[in-house]
Nanobody
Framework: VQLQASGGGLVQPGGSLRLSCVATGSTSDIEAIGWGPQALGKEREGVSC????????TYADSVKGRFTISRDNAKNTVFLQMDSVEPEDTAVYYC???????????????????WGRGTLVTVSS
């Protein structure tokens, strides 16, 4: 499984950005895709996850109501719509594939099996 995130850039506080994650390879093995930003000097955290087969979504409290995760199975692509962004959202955003989904730990970055290259999101005026 290979993953490639894109769509990052510079955005002003309160603005919006949409990230994309394209999966290739053995995509039929993927049960869920998540997003895990890592800010400079901090550990990677999980903020959102979507179960591919049932469209079940999970969000961290820090992004709930502001970020929306969605999927396009025909294109093996998962999106992260980021609205009302804050300077604290600044990070490199990585997407990851989970081959054994569990709801209770869906956004735990430690459970993901494959990580792609990230895309930098900078929130600044």
């Amino acid at each position: 499984v290979q993953l490639q995130a894109s769509g990052g850039g510079l955005v002003q506080p309160g603005g919006s950005l949409r990230l994309s994650c394209v999966a290739t390879g053995s995509t039929s093995d993927i049960e869920a895709i998540g997003w895990g930003p890592q800010a400079l000097g901090k550990e990677r955290e999980g903020v959102s996850c979507i179960r591919i087969s049932e469209d079940i979504t999970t969000y961290a409290d820090s992004v709930k109501g502001r970020f929306t995760i969605s999927r396009d199975n025909a294109k093996n692509t998962v999106f992260l719509q980021m609205d009302s962004v804050e300077p604290e959202d600044t990070a490199v955003y990585y997407c990851a594939a989970d081959l054994a989904y569990t709801l209770t730990s869906a956004i735990n970055p430690g459970r993901y099996d494959y990580w792609g290259r990230g895309t930098l999101v900078t929130v600044s005026s």
